[in-house]
Structure formats: structure tokens, C-alpha cells
């Protein structure tokens, strides 16, 4: 991981810092640790050498395992507090990973006794709090004093509790908290003994007793973790198109890009009439060939409702073998086979609409509506009494989706998004594994904009991305790949921007030695900009070199 960019003139450093973060977040997704499977750890300051010159030189000793913290969760955060009011600080542990939370209840008070100071302020002045008080607590037996503040909102996720907790080896009486209230005023509080509890009130000048009983806590819980499936029914939340991927029949050669070379490749264009369930299958999966006899058996119900099922096999994409056996289903619209860039075209969409990527499992089914937008995902078997349950989300808003989208009710406080705003994002996801397929859903998402403003805001972004690969293809010499992207690109430019994708287009056509037509794009680019420098020179450079290439013939 790179460091910060200090400042955000430093492009490279930012364009570097961007890269790592997302480099990283992929491998999180795809499974790795964010701690490199480290143990939780807890360390014991176990005081100075009484040996050494130096006694303010603390000494630390790991003791993850005796302790029982060395988990191996991921854990996140941490927060300190009294949960059981014994004296001495238990711990609230957050989870990355399950358990998400986790109590641990610390027993140093129960066998050693209550040597602790517990210390709340009250400010008359300023925040009640006393946010940012610093108190320093000095014994008669200990030379060295304590020193806490008040803090609150530092910790990532969580917060620990805002009495200041001062820890003895041994009971001490008598001591001294000297308060730096907020304000900047000191103040002096004496007669504070171990095992109290106490709550100083600025301008006082003597702490109050509070009262505080020890709270029972029942036997420790063990955690019971579900069970692991990787069944799920994920309903979108908004209109998504379904990636336009080939099946063929059962008699056609399967190959890495077989459609242009049969006539037997169909496609999932939308239907005008009905909606379609696309069932990913493969003949040693027992789950999948019971789910398309029930599809079989709940033929006229499914054709009622609108709902016509079409069945892929993936086999010989599993074991590459040419011998896949389609006769244990009898239904041929069952046994459409289909292509290794249109299995990775799934996977690109699952592992951009999932945070963590999925593991490609069979029965794998897409509800489409009846423009081949999906409705929703089936991870496992699916019920029929369910595709018909879903099938009607294709006439409700994004608000009932949402709703139906979680396991339990409850209020949102956020609003629904919309349709271009979910396109918006799966493009940016997808565009990472499959450049086209992103880039397409990116039109889809200027295509379904509420406002003209977020049309021409996701048009600017657009134009910049095709720019950008342009360039980085027309490096590589790719001259036919840079012009398409810059023709995509000038069909969705404004005004404003179409100048600048003319004279990119026009360096590529003159670099594949097209200059009649990169001279006749300039021209166009002058035409709607008259002041474009860059265009003006680089067109004289063109007809300069036209002009040396006629007098020298």
C-alpha cells in the first residue's frame, strides 16, 4: 500500500494511492485477510526493570494466548468500559468477520480486588462533558502520576466510555486528581481512594460518591455459526440490465467465440411479452436436475404468469471435455449450451454486484423482465411459488424492491436509488473486469439519468473514460481499438467536449496514416472551436506533410 499523497497537485501520487486502495479492496473481496490472518493480540505493561538506570522505560509482555484474546477474528475496533461495574475495564470487540461482536469480560477485579479509580467529570463551563479535560491523578506511594483526557469520536467504530479509569497495583489512599478543565481553569480534587467511583463537578472542589453495584453476568456464550450454503435470493434494487450472453443448442461446437461461426446461437434479447428465467446447470448436479423437472411440471403455470425458462448446461466449460451427456433432461430448451466469455461475463456481474466474490455455483438463475432487465438472483433451488412472487417486482418502483430486498422490516433513512444511480455503480464494478460490458451499462445509465444535470454529468465521465483508453491503446500501437473507442466517444460528447474527441480521433486516424480523414476531422473541430490551438497546429503539420509528399512525387 502507498502512502498518502500529500498534497493533491501530485497526480501521480494520487493516481498510485487510488490503484492501491483499489488493488486491495479486490483481494479483500476475493477472500484474503485484511490482517494477514494475524491473532488478535494484548499486551501487559508489566512496569520498568528494577535493574535498569532508566525506571520510566516501560516493559511490555504479549499475553495473547493466557489471556484468551487471541482470537482469530478480524477485528476492527475496540472499546473500553466497566460493563459489569467491578473496577476494572471489560472489552466490546468489532468483527470484519463473524462473530461481528464479541464481549470479553475481564475477571483481574474478581481475584485481585477492586484497586481501581474510576473518575467522571462535569463541566459548569463549556461542553457538560468535559470533552478535552485532562486529569492527572498523583498517590502518595507512586512518584509517578497518571495522566488521561476526555475523548470522544476518536476511535474507528466505536466509543469507549468517557469515565477515566486509573489502575493500581496495590490500594491507595488518599490521592490527588488535578482537573485541566476545557476552559483552561485547573482545579484540585483530594481524597480519592481505590475502589471508588467518583464524579468531579468543575468548581467544586470535592469528588461525589456514586453508588454502583456489580452486575452478574451469566456463563459465557458460545457462538453457534450458521451453517455454510451458499443458497441465496437476491432481489436488485433497481433495473439492471441482464449481459447479452450466447446459448447454443445441443448439437452446436462449443468454443471460446462460436457465434460467429453457426447459426445455432440464440441470445437473451427481450421478449415483448414475457419474462425469462436463465437456469445455469451442469449434469452432476442432482439439485439442478430437479429444479428443471419442476420447471417441466409447472410448465402452463410458468407460461401464465408470462414466464418462459431457458436452461444452460456449463459441463464442458467445467471439464473441457467434448462428450457432455444432455440426455438426463428431456426438455430441450434444457440443454442450451453456451461460451467461456459468456460464463466470465456472469462472473464479472456477480463479483461486481456482490462486496466479497462469490463462488460460481450451480443451480445459478437470472429473473429477467420482459426487457431483459433483472429482477433477481437464485444462488441454489428456487420455488416456483417464488419466481411468481418476484416476477411481479417488474411493475414496482424501487421502493418496494428495497423493502423486499432485506429478510425484516423497517424504517429507511436513506431514499431508494434510482435506477440510473444502481446502473451508475454496477458499471464502475463491472468496468473493472470487463470493459465493454461497463461501458455499456455506463450509456444505460446516461440513457435512464432523472435530470438532464446527471445526464451531462455522466456523459462528461463517459467521454473521460473512452478518452483514456483511446490514449492507452493508441500507445500500444492499437490504432482500429483507440478510433472505436474515440467514435463511442463523440456519440455521446456535448458541444463542448466533441472539439477535443475530433482532434484525439484525428491524431490517431494521421498516426495509422489516415490523413485525409484526420485533416477532415480537424477541420470539424475548428469549425465548433475556431480558437482550438492544438487543432490549428496539428493541421498545418498534416497539410504541410500532405504538400511535401506532392512536390516530392
Known sequence: MSQSPESTRDRTGVQQYGQSWADTLRLVRAGSSWSGRERNCVYLNVGANADALDKTNQRFANVSAVSGFD???DARSLALLDWDHDGDLDLWVRNRTAPRLRFLQNQTAQQTGNQAISIELQATAGNRHAIGAVVTLQTESDARPQTQSVRCGDAFL??????????????VRNATAQVLWPGGKRETFAGLASGQAVRLVQGTGKPDLLQ??????????APEPLPETSAARIILPAKLAFPNIAWLDENAVAADNPVENTNQVHSNQASSNRGTLVTLWTSSCVVCRQELTRFDTAKDELEKAGLRVIGVNIDLLLDGTA?????????????????????????SLQNAIFDK????????????????NMLAIYRGAVEIETLLQDLTLANEGNDYRRKRMVPLPGTWFTKAATDSEFIEFAAARVFAFDQDQGLRYFADAIAAAESTERQLRLQGKLVATLRNLSRTASNSNDFATAERYLEQALNVADQSVKPSVLHDLAIVLASAGEFDKAESLLEQALQLRPDFTAAQQNLKLIRQRRSANVNGN
Open 212 to 221: 454502583r453495584s456489580v452486575s452478574k453476568i451469566t456463563s459465557p456464550s
Open 71 to 73: 482470537f482469530p477474528d
Open 323 to 347: 462428450d457432455v451427456d444432455l440426455s438426463r433432461v428431456a426438455n430441450p430448451r434444457h440443454r442450451y449450451q453456451t461460451t467461456v466469455a459468456s460464463a466470465e461475463r456472469i462472473t
Open 158 to 171: 466505536s466509543q469507549s466510555s468517557r469515565r477515566l479509569h486509573f489502575g493500581f497495583r496495590a490500594p
Open 357 to 372: 466474490y462469490p463462488e460460481f455455483v450451480v443451480p445459478l438463475s437470472f429473473l429477467l423482465d420482459t426487457d431483459g
